[in-house]
């Protein structure tokens, strides 16, 4: 028999095992958003723990965005619908150090936003429909007043898009990525030559998005969200970056 080579043994803290069964609580469902957890004394006596454990738990569970305290509050934290918020977060830090690269984001994006216009031709409702050509309208309106603004106009059709195709993680994972490359997109328009040009470019993609995903046609709605993206960043990426765009999005070869 072969010697099995073991790691020592990390004893686990005890406010995470507190965090564990929290979170497991409203994972599962057991406690809903808008509910209220216990208060900390109460957590104390059902947990059999110290007040400074309770509260270094709470610290946590805030972080991961699943609840929130409000100070003076004599009920305990508010449990929290399901939010991009620490997820984009961790995709922008990720990013500033370099352990995530702009070709990975890109490249995630382009998988999650061509699958999510493709259910969104096909889920799509009138309300959403709507909301999407508001957003268009507004790009129209904005192309004239600046990068930002336009931009951010751009990114609320996208997050339409998200709440139309009627899949929360790919919306949650979606938005928190646009919102992750918010400011290359404002740099990108900033550094043109011809910003209203590219601004004008950037609609047209956007036009034929929504123009496929309004007449309900999938594959046409998938293949125009990977040009879009494709060649909105291609410009940013390596040679290897570019060539994994190509493999995402043949229209490029």
């Given at each position: 028999?072969?010697?099995?080579?073991?790691?020592?043994?990390?004893?686990?803290?005890?406010?995470?095992?507190?965090?564990?069964?929290?979170?497991?609580?409203?994972?599962?469902?057991?406690?809903t958003p808008g509910q209220h957890l216990p208060s900390e004394r109460e957590l104390m006596v059902q947990?059999?723990?110290?007040?400074?454990?309770?509260?270094?738990?709470?610290?946590?569970?805030?972080?991961?965005?699943?609840?929130?305290?409000?100070?003076?509050?004599r009920s305990g934290p508010e449990v929290l619908s399901m939010?991009?918020?620490?997820?984009?977060?961790?995709?922008?830090?990720?990013?500033?150090?370099?352990?995530?690269?702009?070709?990975e984001l890109v490249q995630f994006r382009i998988v999650l936003e061509s699958s999510a216009c493709q259910l969104a031709a096909?889920?799509?409702?009138?309300?959403?429909?709507?909301k999407m050509q508001n957003a268009v309208e507004r790009m129209e309106?904005?192309?004239t007043n600046g990068s930002d603004s336009f931009?951010?106009?751009?990114?609320?059709?996208?997050a339409s898009i998200w709440e139309a195709s009627h899949n929360d993680l790919l919306k949650v994972c979606g938005q928190a990525v646009s919102g992750s490359i918010l400011n290359l997109m404002n740099e990108r328009m900033e550094r043109s030559a011809d910003t209203a040009g590219a601004m004008r470019e950037s609609l047209e993609r956007d036009r034929a998005i929504y123009s496929a995903i309004a007449s309900g046609?999938?594959?046409?709605?998938?293949?125009?969200?990977?040009?879009?993206?494709?060649?909105?960043?291609?410009?940013?990426?390596?040679?290897?970056?570019?060539?994994?765009?190509?493999?995402?999005?043949?229209?490029?070869?």
């Open positions: 028999m072969n010697k099995v080579s073991f790691s020592r043994a990390v004893p686990v803290l005890t406010y995470e095992r507190v965090v564990e069964q929290i979170e497991q609580a409203i994972v599962s469902g057991e406690i947990f059999s723990v110290s007040r400074p454990t309770v509260r270094e738990a709470l610290r946590v569970l805030q972080s991961l965005g699943l609840i929130a305290s409000k100070p003076g509050s939010s991009s918020e620490p997820l984009g977060r961790s995709f922008a830090t990720m990013a500033r150090i370099a352990s995530l690269s702009l070709t096909a889920l799509r409702n009138g309300e959403q429909l709507e309106a904005e192309v931009n951010r106009a751009d990114l609320d059709f996208h046609d999938s594959v046409a709605a998938g293949d125009a969200a990977r040009s879009a993206i494709s060649r909105y960043f291609a410009e940013y990426l390596d040679e290897d970056g570019v060539r994994g765009l190509r493999a995402l999005a043949p229209e490029l070869a």
